[in-house]
Each structure stands twice: as structure tokens, then as C-alpha cells.
């Protein structure tokens, strides 16, 4: 089946939408994007062939997960999101998913998925969430920004411990897009209970980074984000 996705994905090649994709998704040199090859196709259109061909093998799914095309693993990761939906055995798409993090490798990657599957399995699975705290301490960017996007599927249930200690963790790391993630999640937890997260800045508005904090009080009035920019 693997032969056919391909065959299906290469008729959408679009060269000019490939070249705003690689710069919009830092693939130059020394970027957190470097190397990775963009064909152009855009994600409703990677979902629609995903959807058409969800019955699609995790040996044909590893094809395109090893794959140096970025639309192949995103082909990949939504085949495995349609597959954990239906799946009897869910911890084998989730331990799958977690097998192949050095290929779920650029920030669209992750937060179009993190949350249907990995946040969906631990929001079951209570004691498995120690996982998360793993992934959190690695030194690999994506699976630190797989740890705190899999958070939102707790948030939406709300479910905020794990958010906050994940935040605490990350207040000195040195990526932007750590900042930007951990700030979002901070954003989507005020939007569910407004007193904790206000809690949380009070205790740390004063070390966060900037784009962290810009992002958690986004929602905020302005006479409210200049309190907590004026720091």
C-alpha cells in the first residue's frame, strides 16, 4: 500500500508552495528544521489521503515515518492518528508513536498529533504519565514539545497538574519553541481556570522567558499583560 501513498502524495507536488514551506519551517542551515525536504502538498490535503488510506499497515506507516520527505511522515503520523481511533489495542499505536519520535522531528509534526495520541492514551491511563517527565527531560527539542502538547488533550478534560509541573520544568530552557509551546498550554489552562494560572505567573512571571510569557497572558486585558511585562 505504501507504493500507492506515495504514488498519490507525488501527484500533489507543488514546487513553488514547497519553497514557502522550507522557509516557513526552518530547513536551512543550523535552523530546527535543517535537511528536512518539503514537496509542497498542504495539510488538508495530507488528512484527505491519510483518511483514504487509514488501513494502511504500521510496516507501511514505518516507510514513511523513516522517509527524509516531510509530508510522507505527516502522511504517516495522520494514518496513525485515523488508526488509534479505532484500534483495540491503543498502547501499541502509542508505544509505536513513541518508538518513532526522532522522526516526528518539526513543530506540526508534533502538535497535530502529540494530543490524539499520546495525550489521549495518558488521559486514560493515569499511571503511564511518567512518561511524560521523561520526555521532558531530553535533550532532543521534540520530544520536550511532544511532552508539553500532550498536555492539551489533559487540559481540555480538565486535568491541569501536569501542565504546571511540566511549566516549572521548563522555565529555563533555551528553545523559542519550547517557550512558545509551554506558554500556549499556560494560555489554554487560563482559558479553562483563570485563578491557576494566575497562581503560576505570580510565582514565576519574573524568570519566564519573554515569549513564554507573552504567549501564557495573550488573552489577558492590557492593563493586566502590562503588570506582567513591566517585570
Not at 494502511?56 to 522517509?67: C, R
Not at 512558545?180 to 498550554?185: I, L, P, Q, R, S
Given at each position: 500500500?505504501?507504493?500507492?501513498?506515495?504514488?498519490?502524495?507525488?501527484?500533489?507536488?507543488?514546487?513553488?508552495?514547497?519553497?514557502?514551506?522550507?522557509?516557513?519551517?526552518?530547513?536551512?542551515?543550523?535552523?530546527?528544521?535543517?535537511?528536512?525536504?518539503?514537496?509542497?502538498?498542504?495539510?488538508?490535503?495530507?488528512?484527505?489521503?491519510?483518511?483514504?488510506?487509514?488501513?494502511?499497515?504500521?510496516?507501511?506507516?514505518?516507510?514513511?515515518?523513516?522517509?527524509?520527505?516531510?509530508?510522507?511522515?505527516?502522511?504517516?503520523?495522520?494514518?496513525?492518528?485515523?488508526?488509534?481511533?479505532?484500534?483495540?489495542?491503543?498502547?501499541?499505536?502509542?508505544?509505536?508513536?513513541?518508538?518513532?519520535?526522532?522522526?516526528?522531528?518539526?513543530?506540526?509534526?508534533?502538535?497535530?498529533?502529540?494530543?490524539?495520541?499520546?495525550?489521549?492514551?495518558?488521559?486514560?491511563?493515569?499511571?503511564?504519565?511518567?512518561?511524560?517527565?521523561?520526555?521532558?527531560?531530553?535533550?532532543?527539542?521534540?520530544?520536550?514539545?511532544i511532552a508539553v502538547l500532550s498536555t492539551f488533550t489533559l487540559l481540555r478534560n480538565k486535568e491541569?497538574?501536569?501542565?504546571?509541573?511540566?511549566?516549572?520544568?521548563?522555565?529555563?530552557?533555551?528553545?523559542?519553541?519550547?517557550?512558545?509551546?509551554?506558554?500556549?498550554?499556560?494560555?489554554?489552562?487560563?482559558?479553562?481556570?483563570?485563578?491557576i494560572e494566575i497562581r503560576f505567573l505570580e510565582k514565576h512571571y519574573k524568570i519566564m522567558p519573554?515569549?513564554?510569557?507573552?504567549?501564557?497572558?495573550?488573552?489577558?486585558?492590557?492593563?493586566?499583560?502590562?503588570?506582567?511585562?513591566?517585570?
Amino acid at each position: 500500500m505504501v507504493n500507492k501513498i506515495l504514488k498519490e502524495l507525488k501527484s500533489k507536488k507543488n514546487a513553488e508552495q514547497a519553497k514557502v514551506l522550507s522557509r516557513f519551517f526552518k530547513t536551512g542551515k543550523g535552523q530546527y528544521g535543517e535537511g528536512d525536504v518539503f514537496w509542497g502538498i498542504k495539510v488538508p490535503v495530507l488528512r484527505e489521503i491519510a483518511r483514504k488510506f487509514k488501513e494502511a499497515s504500521l510496516v507501511d506507516i514505518q516507510e514513511l515515518l523513516n522517509s527524509k520527505v516531510h509530508e510522507h511522515r505527516m502522511t504517516g503520523m495522520f494514518i496513525l492518528v485515523e488508526k488509534y481511533k479505532k484500534a483495540e489495542s491503543k498502547k501499541e499505536i502509542y508505544e509505536f508513536y513513541l518508538k518513532n519520535t526522532k522522526n516526528i522531528n518539526n513543530w506540526d509534526l508534533v502538535d497535530l498529533t502529540a494530543p490524539n495520541i499520546v495525550g489521549a492514551f495518558l488521559l486514560e491511563n493515569k499511571k503511564e504519565r511518567k512518561i511524560l517527565y521523561s520526555l521532558v527531560k531530553s535533550k532532543n527539542l521534540w520530544e520536550r514539545r511532544i511532552a508539553v502538547l500532550s498536555t492539551f488533550t489533559l487540559l481540555r478534560n480538565k486535568e491541569y497538574e501536569d501542565i504546571l509541573k511540566i511549566a516549572e520544568l521548563l522555565l529555563k530552557d533555551e528553545q523559542d519553541l519550547i517557550h512558545k509551546a509551554v506558554g500556549w498550554m499556560l494560555r489554554e489552562l487560563g482559558k479553562r481556570d483563570k485563578e491557576i494560572e494566575i497562581r503560576f505567573l505570580e510565582k514565576h512571571y519574573k524568570i519566564m522567558p519573554r515569549t513564554m510569557l507573552r504567549y501564557a497572558i495573550e488573552k489577558f486585558d492590557l492593563k493586566e499583560k502590562k503588570k506582567y511585562m513591566k517585570r
